[in-house]
């Protein structure tokens, strides 16, 4: 082999590896999903949390916990067909810098949900309801499902999701 072939091979080496680094960083470049409830647009995306953004009625989560958030999303559809009396006043369902606060409000014909999402990132925090306590369960419910149907909808961004099962934090449980 001549040095011209050498330094050829060696250029072709390097270039293919700049290529796959550039893939690489640009890949994990966007670290937030902005999404928009009732939204018929894509999934936007970003690296940072901006006000305005948040003032425009979007809600991040970290992409890297799209799954987590979703699997979260399901518990709480699940949790809002059962129309029986909880044990619990209040839970927590976390994913990253995300915290999805669920509180009991009692009801004489069975409890209803208060579901508030608050994401962190910095000096910024996003703050969203994903539930009208003045409406019934069940619209509640088609609401929540309506948001998983949006992020299942954009999974090919995101990747395929993995089943995660939701881990409940700061419970407050019913005495009676």
Request: glycine share 6%; net charge positive.
């Amino acid at each position: 082999m001549g040095y011209s072939n050498k330094v050829g091979f060696a250029s072709r080496l390097l270039l293919i590896f700049f290529i796959c680094c550039f893939g690489v960083l640009q890949s994990n470049a966007q670290k937030y999903a902005l999404l928009k409830k009732h939204s018929k647009f894509p999934v936007l995306y970003a690296d940072s949390i901006s006000v305005q953004r948040i003032k425009q009625g979007y809600f991040p989560i970290e992409m890297e916990k799209i799954d987590t958030f979703l699997a979260n999303l399901n518990y709480i559809s699940g949790l809002l067909s059962n129309v029986s009396r909880a044990k619990m006043a209040s839970f927590e369902l976390r994913n990253g810098t995300t915290i999805l606060k669920v509180e009991r409000v009692p009801f004489a014909y069975g409890d209803k949900y208060s579901v508030s999402g608050t994401t962190k990132s910095g000096e910024i925090s996003a703050v969203t309801s994903f539930t009208n306590i003045k409406l019934s369960n069940k619209e509640n419910k088609e609401e929540i499902d309506k948001m998983i149907q949006y992020l299942t909808n954009n999974q090919t961004m995101f990747g395929y999701y993995r089943e995660i099962t939701p881990k409940i934090y700061n419970v407050q449980v019913i005495t009676d």
